[in-house]
């Protein structure tokens, strides 16, 4: 099918790119014209696994191009993704400025042939109908245009409404920074959210090919399960995964904390409670807490429809209360160890929100590394992509270092921030060597206090 994504960031450039993969016909749109570029040149503006490749083979079958320019995807598109940015605001609202003038471009190019509008963005409750009403602004905006070039009557909006050939349907996404392209060719389920069947028909179509699993890693999988629900049921799906995810790790965060003082296990507790089916091992790793651009965000536009209808959301404001407090308990533990931070070198492995990401967005380091200067340490770093990629992602106040023995060199403690899988492979023994105070907080519970004894460390996790 003719397809077009507006928007090619984590979500908009990975949905194109495995859309193109699967045999349709797609044209990624973007208003930044450098990472137009970019992409046109076979280059991906992010690092996803696997992503790179994929670009390169799509783009040779020729079913993958890339444009700034709305008006020719608008009129290749049979479906039309928006997938731009929806960062939220200091309120906690989403800012939907990006959507509305997709939305409305969208409308201003529409020319009459039926589409299908998807929001892929994360959006407010409710916004389905939102963006029906800003599409059809763009179309009446166009009309208008044109009729001051031609006389033509009034047109009513019922014709309007004719005329604006258009539905719109819900599809968010569950891509895992990190693991996007696989989430995508092997998802746990589809949501569509629609009262059109003619839409729906068409998006069923469309991913027909990754509900019979033909690029999952496991095809003998039954089909991936389709929820076809209403607007705004598929918008409330998401927030509410979301939110109970970011709930879920809150949850073994205060646990933790309460096992910090009672001298309990917190990684041996999650794995007691993990194999209850009703629990499920993931997502109970407990440590500094969640950052990225879902999260936080999701979370907190949550907390802000539920206050703008009336509710108050006292489970989801204890989520975030938690959050945000764990990243100042690892500080806690750095002044329990160090006393006086004032004066110290404070050494961090891992900067960005997650490992096999290049996302800073709201990750914990940042937080760490403001409260360190405050209390006037000095922050260095060492981060397997941020340092490799030379840009220091707009960073102040921390020095970023080449490998994990010169971040060591000097320092009076290491905080491991980040779970790359590449600092359990550290040589601990010779950075025990190069520190003041071989002290090391694995604020991710992720390396193993045994060897890191052995290596002559004073290993602090967090809940053991
Ligand atoms: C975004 C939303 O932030 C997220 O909530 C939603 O779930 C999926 O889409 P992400 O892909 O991370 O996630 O957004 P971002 O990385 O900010 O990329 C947005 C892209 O849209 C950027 O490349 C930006 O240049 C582009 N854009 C933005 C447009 O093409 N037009 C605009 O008007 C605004
Ligand atoms: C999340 C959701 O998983 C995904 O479905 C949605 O589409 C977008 O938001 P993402 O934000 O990319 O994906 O990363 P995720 O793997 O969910 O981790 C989010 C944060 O939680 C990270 O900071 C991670 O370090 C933290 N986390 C995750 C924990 O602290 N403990 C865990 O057990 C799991």
Redesign the pocket.
């Known amino acids: 099918m003719q397809v077009c994504v ?7 450039l990975v949905t194109g790119v495995c859309l193109s993969h699967i045999g349709h016909d797609v044209i990624c ?4 014209e450098e ?1 137009v570029k970019l992409m046109q040149s076979g280059q991906s503006p992010i690092y996803e696994p696997g992503l790179s490749e994929l670009m390169q083979s799509s783009a040779a079958s020729g079913r993958l191009q890339f444009t700034s320019d709305l008006a020719q995807g608008v009129a290749h598109g049979e479906i039309l993704f928006i ?5 939220p605001l200091p309120t906690g609202e989403s800012d939907t400025r ?1 959507v509305e ?2 939305a409305r471009g969208i409308g201003a190019n529409l020319n009459g042939d039926y589409k299908v509008i998807v929001n ?3 959006v407010p409750i409710g916004s389905g109908d939102w963006v029906r009403m800003i599409v059809l602004e763009g179309v009446d905006e166009q009309q208008k245009s044109q009729k001051s070039l031609v006389t033509a009557g009034n047109v009513s909006s019922k014709a309007k409404e004719e005329q604006a050939n258009f539905d719109v349907v819900s599809n968010p ?1 569950f891509l895992r920074e990190g693991s996007a392209v696989y989430d995508t060719f092997n998802p746990d389920r589809i949501v569509l959210g629609s009262n059109s069947p003619k839409a729906l028909g068409m998006m069923k179509d469309l991913y027909q090919p990754l509900v019979n699993r033909e690029a999952a890693q496991d095809k003998s999988l039954p089909p991936v399960p389709v929820v076809v629900t209403d607007l705004s049921s598929a918008e409330m799906i998401k927030y509410a995964a979301n939110s109970f995810l970011a709930t879920k790790i809150s949850f073994i965060n205060e646990v933790a904390n309460i096992c910090d003082r009672v001298g309990a296990d917190v990684t041996q507790v999650a794995q007691g409670i993990g194999l209850d089916s009703r629990i499920g091992s993931k997502f109970l790793n407990a440590g500094i807490g969640w950052g990225g ?2 999260f936080p ?1 999701d979370v907190a536009a949550l907390i802000h429809t539920a206050d703008d209808y009336g509710y108050e959301p006292e489970l989801l404001k204890a989520a975030v209360n938690v959050n945000v407090r764990q990243r100042l308990i690892i500080l806690e533990k750095l002044q329990h160890e160090l006393k006086i931070l004032k004066g110290k070198t404070i050494g961090l492995l891992g900067l960005t929100f997650k490992p096999d990401t290049d996302d800073m967005r709201d990750a914990p380091a940042l937080q760490l590394i403001e409260q360190l200067n405050r209390l006037g340490a000095k922050v260095k770093a060492y981060d397997p992509i941020v340092s490799q990629s030379g840009l220091s992602h707009g960073l102040s106040g921390v020095i970023i270092e080449g490998n994990a023995e010169m971040l060591a060199d000097g320092c009076d403690a290491l905080v491991l921030v980040t779970d790359w899988q590449e600092f359990v492979k550290l040589n601990y023994q010779k950075m025990a060597t190069l520190m003041t105070h071989p002290v090391i907080i694995d604020g991710r519970n992720c390396l193993d206090p045994k060897v890191l004894k052995e290596a002559g460390f004073h290993y602090l996790g967090v809940g053991r």
């Open positions: 507006i928007g090619t960031g984590y979500v908009g749109v973007d208003n930044n990472k997938a731009v940015g929806t960062p990006y003038a997709v892929k963005s994360t996404e651009s879902c965000k």
